[in-house]
Structure formats: structure tokens, C-alpha cells
């Protein structure tokens, strides 16, 4: 009872400082993020969120995304959908006439909201991110279900190497491989939620591709085979549901509809599916498997190096979720994904990157306050609240957290360059929640200690490259400052006042006193 009060007083504490339920369009989570979409913008007040003592940080997207943590996230955010719903329910009718808004002022409003929101589309919302969102959307909520299978897997193959309790190992090993073996429904389903159809004809139409009936069919020569195309087939099947159910509505009459529609979505983009897509995707995820495979092969080492110095990069782009299908497709052949571990290295140089800062700020106890709490999440693989609030109001410091994780990555790649292969059997976590789903092909003994090689690798080159490179003079002289009042000011005043000449972040902002007080930054 008292975590259901924690998180609905965490709720309550972010509905008014987001301008109230009038102000929400939606509500969604990822992860880590509480994700609204916002009427107005101006009506946030933001450096009262960072302030909350639940809020990691806050991030600037196509939505506004309030850093939360895993687990945290997923039970907020019923909490604030509920009072959201609660406030516009006993909300009073506007009020007119005197004593009411003004018409003008409520258009003022109106039109400075639509005016930031532009500025924001034009700034980040490009057509090809928003696709990527929209391929993101698609497989996030498969992740808890990837992770919990995946866990399940990793202790279902630690059971039957020990040989122990064979009369369970079937059992878990059914759960394990349940989910993965009607993955493509479940992407189908979400691909025609988010692409505007209806999600049920989506899940229908992928759900051919994983019918064991499909074996007694040719096409292009061949034999299909049940799940041949995988998630990406069932990804193009769903589209073309989606766009065949549309044109259906608007050229079916309205009486007939209800038969007509669902009948030719299933049949035409069935039919098409069967004959084409099955085998495209077919091949398309078996080249990617096999370019995998060589990359890290034939040159994991330089290849680790590359992946992991610019995960970080692309994360502040957006483009990381181009990756998202490629890691589930790896996993749906191979039962793993060998990128997912190599690019986690990015979160291990950002560790050892906020080490480093906090050895190197010794003055400034407020950025040292927000490294110590932020650090147990950022090992866990959490990296919002030292990327936020730490690394990138720095500027530098962000860099050779890349630096570390180019280190950590080539180090990995390079076991796989050699034959031992480290990959995850799930999306979603990295740092040391890895290690649960760790998978490879020289026993879960070796890959343990190559996926820990390669943190402590990450953690010391983001150290040594940030302590030794990652500030100037000037970063120096503005930030290695005490930001705590002097005693006599203390003393004079009855209480704490800001020190004088209390240094800023790049934006202007309070690096503040813990994550929630950084400076997003970006």
C-alpha cells in the first residue's frame, strides 16, 4: 500500500506541473519515460519537475518525456492516468462572460502553443524519425515479454547443462519459446494499431506467416516455411492490411462494410503475403543474420569499437530504434542478439565518464551529490539521470563517455572476431541487468566474463579519457566551484542563501543537487 501511495502521490506531484489534465493529449510510457503528448507547451514548468525527488530528468521530443526509471514508469503512469481522467471528470464548465477567460487571451494562448509546437516539429520531428518512432512504438511493448522469455531461457539452458530437474526444464523451456513462436502476431497486431488500422486485422493477417500450413505451399520456387520472414514479414504484412483496409472504407459502402472490408484485408493482403512477402522478408532476414555474423567475424574488433563510441550519438538522435527490429530478428533466428552487448558498452564508458567528474570536480558537491545517486542506476543500466543531468550540460565529458564505450565495444567484438560469441536473448536492459540474459556459444561461463571484461574495460578508458581530456580550463575555472552557501552567510542570514557566483549549466540552468535538478540539456 505504501508503493501504491508513493506512486500516486509521484503522479499527483507531475499532473499540475504539466499544465493539468487539460493540457494532457495522451499518455504513454516506455521504459524509463512517462511520454505526454501536451496542448501547450509553455504551460510546463520544468525546472519544478527536475526537481522532484522521482524525476531523473526531463527530454525534449516529439512528446514530452519525463525521465522516471524502469519499473517506476510502468506503475506512475496508470496512477496518472486515472487522476487525469478523475480532473477532467469533476473539471467545471468554462466559464463565460464576465468574470470568465477572455476570448483573446484563450486564442493567445492558443496560438503560442501551435507556435512552439512547429518549432519543435521542424526541430526533431523529421519524416524519417517519426518513422523510426513508429517502428519503435511497434516492438517496445514487446519487451517485458522478451525479457521475462528471455530470463526463463537463460535458466531453462543453466537447468539442463547441470542436468537438474529434468522433469521441469520441458515446462520452462515451453514458456521460454512461447512468446517467441508467435511473435509475429503480436507485431502485427501493434503494427496496424500504429499505423492507423485495425489492430485485429493486422494480428490476422501475420498470423499467417507462423500457421504450420503454410509448409504445404510453393512459392518462387520453393517450400515455405512456418515463421519464414519472421518479425520484419509480419511488419510489411500488417502495413499492407492497414492500407488495404483503408481503401476498403472508402470505397465499400457503408452498409456492407462490416463484411466486406475484413474479408478482402485478410484475402488481399494474405494472398500477398503468401506469395511475396513470406519470401521476401524471408531472405531479408537471413541476410541480416549473415552480415551479422561476418561483421563481428572478420572485424569485431574495429566494428565493436565503431558500434559502441556511437550508440550514445544516436540515441540523442532517435536513430538507435532503426536497430530495434534488426536486434528482434537476431533473436528470432539465432535465439540472441550478438549487437545488444556491444552496444551496452556505450552505458559503461558513461559510468566511468561520471567517475571521472566526480573525482575531478572536488569542489562542487552539488554535480558530486548527482553522480552518487545516479550512479547505482546508471550501472544498472539506466543512463538518462548521468547523460541528463551530468555528461551532456558538460559538453565534453559526453564525448569521452563515447570514447570509453568505443573501448568496451571493441573489446567484446574482439572475443567474437576470435569465436566467442556474446549475445542477449532480450532487448531492453543493459549494464549489469545483462547479465541475467547473456547468451554464446562457448557456455554462459565465458560469456559472463567477456560481457564483464568489456564493462570494466568501458568503465576505465570513459574514466582515464574523461579525467585526463575531458575538461578545459574554462570548464574548469566555471564548474570545480563549491556550490554549498560559506558558513558566515549562513550564520548572517538564519539560513542557506545561494553562494555567490553559483556556476550554471551550458543552458543556463542549475546543474542542481541530484538527477532531478540537472539540467536536461538537450
Not at 569485431?300 to 569499437?305: C, D, E, L, N, T
Request: charged residues 10%.
Amino acid at each position: 500500500m505504501a508503493t501504491e501511495d508513493k506512486n500516486r502521490a509521484t503522479a499527483a506531484a507531475i499532473l499540475p506541473l504539466v499544465g493539468g489534465a487539460a493540457n494532457v493529449a495522451s499518455i504513454a510510457h516506455c521504459m524509463t519515460r512517462l511520454r505526454l503528448g501536451l496542448h501547450d507547451r509553455s504551460l510546463v514548468d520544468d525546472e519544478a519537475l527536475k526537481a522532484l525527488p522521482a524525476v531523473m530528468g526531463v527530454v525534449e521530443d516529439d512528446t514530452y518525456q519525463i525521465v522516471l526509471g524502469p519499473g517506476t514508469v510502468a506503475r506512475v503512469t496508470p496512477e496518472f492516468e486515472q487522476l487525469v481522467e478523475e480532473e477532467r471528470e469533476t473539471a467545471p464548465a468554462p466559464a463565460s462572460g464576465p468574470g470568465g477567460p477572455a476570448a483573446a487571451s484563450s486564442d493567445d494562448l492558443a496560438a503560442q502553443g501551435a507556435a512552439i509546437k512547429a518549432q519543435q516539429k521542424t526541430k526533431n520531428a523529421t519524416p524519417f524519425k517519426l518513422f523510426l518512432r513508429k517502428i519503435a512504438n511497434i516492438f517496445v511493448p514487446l519487451i517485458p515479454a522478451l525479457i521475462g522469455c528471455g530470463i526463463i531461457a537463460g535458466l531453462n539452458g543453466l537447468l539442463v547443462n547441470l542436468e537438474w530437474l529434468p522433469a521441469v526444464t520441458p515446462a520452462l523451456a515451453a514458456m521460454a519459446s512461447g512468446f517467441m513462436a508467435l511473435i509475429a502476431v503480436f507485431v502485427g497486431y501493434n503494427t496496424a494499431k500504429e499505423f492507423g488500422g485495425t489492430p485485429i486485422l493486422g494480428g490476422a493477417v501475420a498470423a499467417i506467416i507462423v500457421f504450420p500450413g503454410v509448409a504445404n505451399i510453393d512459392a518462387f520456387g520453393q517450400t515455405l516455411s512456418p515463421g519464414q520472414g519472421g518479425v520484419l514479414g509480419a511488419l510489411g504484412a500488417a502495413v499492407l492490411a492497414v492500407y488495404v483496409e483503408k481503401w476498403c472504407r472508402r470505397w465499400v459502402p457503408e452498409a456492407l462494410d462490416v463484411l466486406v472490408t475484413p474479408t478482402l484485408t485478410v484475402l488481399i493482403s494474405g494472398l500477398v503475403t503468401i506469395f511475396g512477402l513470406m519470401y521476401v522478408a524471408g531472405e531479408i532476414s537471413s541476410a541480416i543474420g549473415t552480415f551479422a555474423d561476418w561483421l563481428l567475424s572478420n572485424g569485431g574488433a574495429g566494428a565493436g569499437f565503431v558500434l559502441g563510441g556511437l550508440f550514445l550519438p544516436l540515441v540523442m538522435l532517435g536513430l538507435h530504434q532503426a536497430l530495434i527490429p534488426i536486434h528482434t530478428t537476431l533473436i528470432e533466428q539465432q535465439g540472441y542478439t550478438v549487437l545488444l552487448p556491444i552496444l551496452a558498452m556505450a552505458g559503461a564508458g558513461q559510468v566511468g565518464a561520471a567517475m571521472a567528474v566526480y573525482f575531478r570536480l572536488l569542489r562542487n558537491e552539488s554535480i558530486r551529490r548527482t553522480i552518487k545517486s545516479a550512479l547505482p542506476a546508471g550501472l544498472l543500466g539506466v543512463g538518462e539521470p548521468l547523460i541528463y543531468g551530468v555528461s551532456l550540460p558538460l559538453g565534453r565529458p559526453f564525448i569521452t563517455a563515447c570514447v570509453g564505450g568505443a573501448f568496451g565495444g571493441g573489446f567484446v567484438g574482439l572475443f567474437n572476431q576470435l569465436g566467442d560469441t556474446v549475445g542477449s536473448t532480450a532487448i531492453g536492459p543493459s549494464g549489469w541487468a545483462l547479465f541475467p540474459l547473456l547468451d554464446g556459444n562457448h557456455g554462459l561461463g565465458s560469456t559472463i566474463a567477456i560481457y564483464g571484461g568489456g564493462l570494466l574495460v568501458g568503465y576505465v578508458a570513459g574514466f582515464l579519457a574523461t579525467y585526463f581530456f575531458g575538461f578545459g580550463k574554462d570548464l574548469l575555472a566555471e564548474f570545480n566551484v563549491s556550490q554549498e552557501p560559506a558558513p558566515s552567510t549562513v550564520a548572517a542570514t538564519g539560513g542557506p542563501t545561494t553562494a555567490p557566483n553559483r556556476p550554471t549549466g551550458p543552458d543556463g540552468t542549475d546543474p542542481g543537487t541530484d538527477p532531478a535538478k540537472a539540467p536536461a540539456g538537450v
